[in-house]
């Protein structure tokens, strides 16, 4: 049973570039949550998504950050005009149900370095 | 506002002995709570949960006790293997549900456990 998929696993993006990141949740998991980690912090909630909804988005930059959970395929996190301040760790987690007593499982992660 | 809080940055402890990692909290509607374990270069694993219905729970080798009038957990690594070396992170959930399933990670702690 695979666990969370993300790739690229590493992506170098030049400033005012756009940068594509994809996740791919567990079997089963209709739930996937996108963390950002910069150096040296821990993992901050960025946006909350189910199937063809976002559910929480109150972790979002207001510009520049979109991400989207379609029916068919990966959820993406897209980040137009990339600045240097958004070089981080960019997680994926998933879960199968929203709350109670289930867990997040996360994917490897994605480092982004904007130079 | 950072409403967990993990105030050692780092610990080092020896093969055999018990790691103690202490987590605080603020907000006291969270009452769902979790530590991860996290190598570098890798996203975080689940290791353990524990609902704030409860004051202890116990798997293996870890168990974490939580303080609710205190608003403070730690988790017990007994006995401590240098494979344990990894920075750890609490983390907690308020509810159930929708809004309520984002994780609200502390800043990490990385245990080192020497031969």
């Known amino acids: 049973n695979a666990g969370v998929m993300q790739n690229p696993r590493h992506l170098v993006r030049r400033r005012g570039q756009e940068a594509r990141l994809r996740c791919s949740p567990m079997?089963?998991?209709?739930?996937v949550y996108w963390y950002r980690q910069l150096p040296e912090e821990g993992l901050k909630f960025m946006v909350y998504l189910q199937k063809e909804n976002i559910i929480d988005e109150s972790g979002m930059p207001k510009e520049r950050f979109s991400a989207e959970f379609p029916k068919e395929g990966p959820s993406i996190l897209r980040i137009q005009q990339v600045v240097r301040g958004d070089s981080a760790a960019y997680f994926c987690?998933?879960?199968?149900?929203?709350?109670?007593?289930?867990?997040?499982?996360f994917g490897p992660g994605t480092r982004l370095t904007v130079t | 506002d950072q409403q967990v809080k993990q105030n050692s940055p780092s610990l080092s402890v020896q093969e055999g002995r018990i790691s103690i990692l202490n987590c605080d909290y603020t907000?006291?509607?969270?009452?769902?709570f979790l530590w991860y374990k996290k190598y570098p270069a890798e996203g975080p694993t689940f290791l353990i949960s524990i609902s704030s219905i409860k004051d202890k729970n116990e798997d293996g080798r870890f168990t974490v006790f939580l303080n609710k009038s205190a608003k403070h957990l730690s988790l017990h690594i007994v006995p401590s293997q240098p494979g344990d070396s990894a920075v750890y992170f609490c983390a907690a959930r308020v509810g159930n549900t929708g809004t309520a399933s984002k994780l609200t990670f502390g800043t990490g702690t990385r245990l080192q456990v020497t031969l």
């Open positions: 987690a998933s879960s199968p149900l929203a709350g109670g007593g289930y867990e997040q499982y």
């Open positions: 079997k089963g998991h209709s739930h």
């Open positions: 907000n006291s509607m969270f009452d769902y």
